[in-house]
């Protein structure tokens, strides 16, 4: 039987990439994207619901599906006001993972970050353990929480200070070895892949790092 899916930051760099393997995908008859604002030129197997993702909760009747993908993500830059980043990096991953329980979906993943740690000083690496923590606790028969590395790929905004920083950073790659292969750039391609591998799998891993992203990836 075809699945639906449900989308949420299909706007973002790992969405649309995840966005576009899934229309070509014949898994899935219907692809859902929860957002702020409606997305162009989509085919008729997308459905759309536009409105407050940060009221995420209002969309409950509609969050039905088989598969959940989480790809929701700010930065510091342009969230500088930590109440708020904490509603985006927290608050709606967290709702999302309810709503998928209350409502039986099988299959929650989500994209949390390298070094996720909700006993962490730092604020951004706190966030994230404290939203995989949550996530978890929903006990979701299928969860899978993906700890990238810095996200590579070709992002629709323009960054500049970040995009020189990527640069820089591809070129350390190779110095990048052994226990410190997992600080390597992770794509938004294998991220995207990987979030699909595994919604059709029976892994029984839960955590998935960013050096097990990359292989996952070709599976």
């Known amino acids: 039987m075809k699945k639906t899916a449900i989308i949420l930051g299909a706007t973002g760099l790992t969405g649309s990439v995840l966005l ?34 940060l009221e995420l909760e209002s969309f409950k009747k509609d969050f039905i599906a088989e598969d959940v993908f989480c790809c929701i993500g700010t930065t510091a830059n342009k969230t500088p006001d930590n ?29 949390s970050a390298l ?3 909700a006993q962490s000083s730092i604020f951004y ?11 978890l606790s929903e006990k979701i028969e299928k969860t899978y929480i993906l700890q990238p590395s810095i996200i590579g790929g070709d992002r ?3 960054r500049f200070v970040e995009k020189i920083g990527l640069v820089v950073f591809r070129l350390l790659q190779p110095l990048l070895f052994g ?3 997992k600080y390597r750039i992770t794509e938004a391609e294998d ?3 990987t979030m699909i591998n595994l919604a059709n799998s029976t892994s029984a891993e839960t955590i998935i790092t960013s050096a097990s992203i990359n292989l996952l990836s070709k599976a």
């Open 179 to 181: 226990k410190l292969k």
């Open 156 to 158: 629709q905004e323009k």
């Open 191 to 193: 991220i995207a892949q």
């Open 115 to 117: 070094g996720a740690n």
């Open 20 to 53: 576009e393997k899934l229309l070509d995908d014949d898994r899935y008859k219907t692809i859902k994207l929860f957002s702020r604002k409606k997305i162009d030129g989509l085919p008729s197997k997308v459905k759309q619901f536009v409105g407050d993702i």
């Open 125 to 135: 690496s706190k966030t994230k353990g404290e939203m995989e923590q949550a996530v």
């Open 83 to 111: 109440a708020l980043y904490k509603k985006i990096d927290y608050g709606i991953p967290v709702t999302a993972a309810k709503l998928s329980k209350a409502n039986g979906i099988p299959t929650f993943l989500v994209v």
